[in-house]
């Protein structure tokens, strides 16, 4: 499973950081400190994968980075990923974003955090790995664009109007949860057959 | 009507203001991140931060302002908690935006939503949240729920609350965990593949943190992995691995559909997508020899079905990308974990010759790894690569130098330790990675103890451990170490040399520097010296003292050293009272208590030479210590004091418990009402004046003292309390002949260390390296050419280590007996339990039983005479238990259908191995117009079944009925029935719960919900709740008097109570103890005169042992148990025993 996955740049500076086990602030924090660390000391032509994490607990987790540019993207991984798996899925990530931003660079991701987040949500969900053909992700990455777009502007306005109306009618609607109800009613669940 | 418009109305300008608004989103943003950058220092950023917090959060609170700009704060929001600032107050508006909003949205908020969730962990896991604030963490929680996020966290709490709380919080609590499933089950029908695959993942998320809870939906993963969609197959492959890591056995069947499955990738039958460098789907391919690897893994049938898609991927793998290594790596892991083909074998070892020879980095450390993993199978295949090793020594990068050494010390044997402890020891001197070294040292410190060569060297080498590895080391290091050298081998003589050499070279380390030693081994030194300085005659003991003195005064040493030094100092004080006498001076101003008891004592024995050689007899072997953990030898004492008007000493535990009772107030509100309300009636009873709660409650302490301390302060401090106070069981013994040791080393060992000197000259590097290659790798040619098996073959350790029984008993205050039955019974457990599982997975239909399809055979009279039979057989079983008889277990199979049976009696209907143990009547729990439900106690040796019959009273087939069961204090071992796809009309269907407690509470209530479907899409629940009292989970423990005496003085914890007698009957003990025994299923060992002794078990292991007095017209009960609760819960139970009598 993948634990954590961070992106910084060479100065420590963190642009886009996942966790996908819970920690406090203070730890995400130190962790990625650490991370940084102990990746900026290492050479360009020794080996992407470090071990002994004492920072995401137990020797069972492994750091495999790869570094591009200004940017570093480390993945925090237990002993159930392939290391050179996942160093290819740094690489698809890294394709992909160049793909969706043409010529990716550290700019991007500041300023387009939400899309990185989005791209990443369609590799990766819950620390597995879902999706790793590129244009896959690219199709839903730009669906999701498309659909964002409609709504947006004068030409989503009807259809915003309507969703208005809708949600002030919310208690009538039977999606809505009446927690007085005993009877609870999900719409469209089928038999568990 | 009207306000709808008006609201519409309002909300338009929003809308048409949106243009604008997209143009002012980026603007924030990135005025935002530029004011950030220009800062120079952290300071200002956090102000600045802090500043925006607070205008963003004015502008979330105001009614004004627009989906829009909610949304762009949310995006800002989120770039400050990337900083590591905290906007949790954006979360439930994250939550709403979500809602309303539109996929955009909806994903920004994902994030958001995901934080929202980790606060309320923590804020639920809190003990001072109040009830209000859980119910509303929980209505926050149903609202993420509803969004499709996993708040599953939260469920137990709903439970717990809606235990306590009134209607409303019933409802969230009933609600929730039932909510959860259907979703994620309903969306995995799906039609749209991401949809699918999606859902699959959330369901493995779900199996991982409540497995108990998807046991019903196992089949789903099933239909998951037959997907048409390859995607979707992917994404349950998650599960699977998952699943078969835990059991691999029950999975045994999937094989042939696995291999399939690969054969087919990597034969490329998927569509052309699913290529990745023109290699297909490879990380389903990794996936897929993961699994592969743990089914075959020894097994030789299943390992034959794969060995022909193993050699297909091995031979298909052969372009030059780094993903087709990965997939290679995978395939030798497995071809090495499967049942061994010597084909395969050879075809993987030259696979991991390319690894290794490869100039790429990364795949020389999987080359590494991957040799690692072969050598303990196959040594011999280090040796091909031996060159390439030695490179791998001194390479630049630290991991692939710390894999290297991993390698290294897989093949480690006699001949060749010297050679690889002094690489790894260089190794650790230049490393600074904490984790590391801890690492690392403990294997240098395993390897020294197993292939020691000499004692010089092994001495020499745990020096070198010790003063690297510093305080890092973990504790058992310097434990091991210490027990070698007190223990010894078979042989004293050796022993004595080796104590020897520890002596002179510490004595040689404390006459250099010492202030750099780190404190764990100046503890080694000073204990080996305070044991041992007296075998060494040539050396003043004065001079030993004046050594230890001098670390004494030094400052960087601590606290718990100077303990170690000064009893080490105590040891070996006799006859140089001057010394001493100054030095027990100058400490008993100390301002440690400890420190100045220790002088005192030392101050003490010195002067009287007689009492410290009782105390402190020197040489004695180690065998004979034992610990009196009950302190029994003060309980004279004890009874004087309470004589004199003493207050009865109370454990930790009850002093909290009474705490809690004394305030007014009771601060937590959540949580505690179980346990409070049972401490209450047994803390008043003990109080009233009449009634004595002694316990030699030094005891109690002492032993978890020094359970916490482990057991090196028990060897070092080696305070030794007997019956009679201290022990003298050490006699004095001669000391021995002086002899100089004869180090033989073998001609080639020193050789070879001579060798790895370093030379300059470059021409004669190579050969250099060469011959460091002989000196590493000899002795794993020809010695393990037959070393297929790896380890069975390594040879002896140097140091054999004595079997230490006492170690058990200084170590845990329980004895043995409690520990077998605790691993019996443990044992019995496991295999129903896997027997369980296993059928539950092959989706056997639960019992069910249709009562109205037969027409009574029998007459009225007939089924009287059998519920008379029944009845006997029952009494006759009880008697069996009572008696003590280990009632086997068989393995119960389901009968689907039953003898008809007339009479209603909802026990008929139990399972016919179930029929015959002793059970409680039947309960009814709960009933709605279709369903009722009833439980029934049966009481099985090993754990107690909860027994649920759910019948359907309707005309109509009740559908996917499920009941859920829970309680925190009790632990589910293994369940059976609780999903039933369909239950027919007015049939009945019983499903049970194995449970066991592990804390005693005298009283546990469990809650549970049954959802149901009386028509399609029409889900209902029924929530019903019951108690349990500890007197389930007791069974009688059948040990005879001299066990019962052992294990009486064993154990810890104790508590005393007059209770009734009942006068009614001839025998009054007699009749008491078998009304109790009746009550309570106890086991009545002995009656003496007015004493009689009775023991019982906990199911889960713990015993208690009951000892009773007849007092007049009382009976004077005196409960020891190794569990602190456990005699206050059967103390309370016999109260009302006798009570109810």
Known sequence: MIKAILIFNNHGKPR?????????????????????????????????????????????????????????????????????????????????????????????????????????????????????????????????????????????????????????????????????????????????? | ????????????????????????????????????????????????????????????????????????????????????????????????????????????????????????????????????????????????????????????????????????????????????????????????????????????????????????????????????????????????????????????????????????????????????????????????????????????????????????????????????????YECVKAVYTIHPKAELLEKAARCIGNFVLSPKINLKYLGLKALTYVVQHDAKLALQHQMTIIECLDHSDFTIKRETLELLFRITNAQNVTVIVEKMLDFLRSCNDEHTIIHLVGKVAELAEKFAPDNSWFIQTMNDVFSIGGDLLQQDVPNNFLRLLAEGSESKEEDDQLRLYAVDSYLTVLKGHTSHLPQCFLQVMSWVLGEYAHLQESVDQREVIRLLTQLLDQRSVSSETRVWILSALTKISEGQTDLILDLAESLSSSQDTVLRQQAQELRHLSQESQLHEWALPRGAPWDGIEVDSSLSFLDGFVSEALAAGAAPYKPPHQRQEELCE????????????????????????????????????????????????????????????????????????????????????????????????????????????????????????????????????????????????????????????????????????????????GSLLEKEPATSISAFDHTPKSTTANGLAQNKDTKEDRRANTSQILGGDMVIVRPSTIQDKHPPSVSSDLTALLPADLKDLPHSDVISLTSDPSLSLSSCRLFRDEALLLVIFISNCTETVIKDVAVQLTCEELKTVSLRGNVVDCLEARSTSVCHYALLMDDPHTNVSFTGTVSYQTQPGHTNTLPFSGTLSTADFIRPLVVTTEEYGKLWLSLSHDVKQNLKLLTDAGDPLRTTLNSLKDALQLHVVDIIGSEGIVACRLLSGAPCLLHCRVNGTALAMWLRSPHPALPDCILYHCQRALAHH
């Open chain 2, 1 to 328: 009507m009207s306000d709808v418009v008006e609201k519409t109305l309002t909300a338009l300008p929003a809308l048409f203001d949106s243009q604008t608004g997209a143009a002012k989103i980026t603007n924030r943003l990135r005025q935002l991140i530029k004011s950030i950058t220009e800062l120079t220092s952290k300071h200002e950023e956090e102000n600045l931060i802090k500043q925006e917090l607070s205008a963003m959060k004015e502008q979330v609170s105001s009614p004004n302002t627009t989906m829009k700009q909610m949304r762009e704060i949310m995006v800002r929001a989120m770039y400050c908690e990337m900083l590591g600032y905290d906007a949790s107050f954006t979360y439930i508006h994250a939550i709403k935006l979500a809602q309303q909003g539109g996929v955009l949205e909806k994903r920004e908020e994902e994030n958001l939503i995901k934080q929202e969730l980790s606060a309320m962990k923590e804020q639920v896991s809190s003990p001072n949240t109040t009830m209000k604030q859980m119910r509303e963490i929980m209505v926050r929680a149903m609202y993420c729920e509803m969004l499709g996020y996993d708040a599953s966290f939260t469920y137990i709490h709903a439970i717990k609350l809606a235990q306590q709380g009134g209607v409303l919080e019933k409802r969230v609590g009933t609600f929730t965990p039932h909510f959860h499933s259907s979703p994620y089950i309903t969306s995995i029908t799906h039609a749209q593949e991401i949809i699918r695959r999606k859902a699959v993942l959330a369901l493995y998320k779900f199996y991982l943190i409540a497995p108990n809870q998807v046991q019903h939906i196992h089949a789903k993963f099933r239909k998951a992995l037959c997907d048409k969609d390859p995607g979707v197959m992917t994404s349950s492959l998650h599960i699977y691995l998952q699943l078969i890591r835990e059991s691999p056995d029950s999975y045994k069947d999937l094989t042939g559909s696995f291999v399939t499955i690969l054969k087919q990738v990597v034969g490329g039958k998927l569509p052309l997508d699913f290529n990745y460098h023109s290699v297909p789907a490879p990380w389903l391919q990794i996936q897929l020899l993961r699994i592969l690897s743990l089914l075959g893994k020894e097994d030789q049938s299943t390992s034959e079905l794969m060995y022909e898609v193993l050699d297909e991927s091995l031979r298909r793998a052969e372009m030059n990308h780094n993903i087709t290594y990965a997939i290679l």
């Open chain 2, 662 to 837: 004394d305030r007014a107030l009771n601060l937590e509100p959540y949580g505690f009402s179980l346990p409070v309300s049972l401490s209450s009636c047994s803390i008043t009873d003990r109080q009233s004046p009449t009634l004595l709660s002694v316990s030699s409650g030094l005891s109690g302490n002492s032993t978890e003292l020094s359970q916490k301390a482990g057991c090196l302060i028990l060897e070092g401090v080696k305070r030794v309390w007997g019956k009679d106070g201290y022990l003298p069981q050490k006699k004095r013994s001669t000391p021995p002949v002086d002899e100089p040791s004869a180090a033989v080393q073998p001609p080639g060992q020193q050789e070879a260390a001579e060798r790895i000197e370093p030379r300059p000259d470059p021409l004669t590097q190579n050969q250099d390296k060469q011959q460091l290659a002989s000196s590493l790798f000899v002795g794993l040619g020809v010695g393990s050419a037959m070393s297929l098996l790896g380890k069975s073959e390594a040879p002896p350790p140097r140091f054999r280590k004595k079997p230490h029984p006492h170690e058990s008993s200084s170590s845990s205050s329980s004895g043995t007996s409690e520990r077998s039955s605790d691993s019996s019974s443990r044992s019995s457990r496991n295999t129903t339990n896997s027997f369980l599982y």
């Open chain 1, 16 to 193: 886009l950081s996942k966790f996908y086990e819970h920690y406090t602030e203070d730890t995400e924090q130190q962790i990625i400190r650490e991370t940084f660390h102990l990746v900026s000391k290492r050479d360009e032509n020794i080996c992407n994968f470090l071990e002994g994490g004492l920072l995401i607990g137990g020797s069972d987790n492994k750091l495999i980075y790869r570094h591009y540019a200004t940017l570093y993207f480390v993945f925090c991984v237990d002993s159930s990923e392939s290391e050179l798996g996942i160093l290819d899925l740094i690489q698809v990530l890294v394709e992909t974003l160049d793909k969706c931003f043409e010529n990716v660079c550290e700019l991007d991701l500041i300023f387009h955090v939400d899309k990185v987040h989005n791209i990443l949500a369609e590799m990766v969900m819950g620390g597995m790995v879902l999706e790793t053909n590129m244009s896959e992700i690219i199709t839903q990455v730009e669906a999701q664009g498309k659909m964002e777009k409609s709504e947006a502007g004068i030409t989503g306005a009807p259809a915003r109007a309507v969703s208005a109306v809708k949600n002030m009618n919310l208690p009538e609607m039977p999606k809505n949860i009446n927690i007085g109800d005993i009877s609870i009613k999900v719409p469209n669940l089928p038999s568990f057959k």
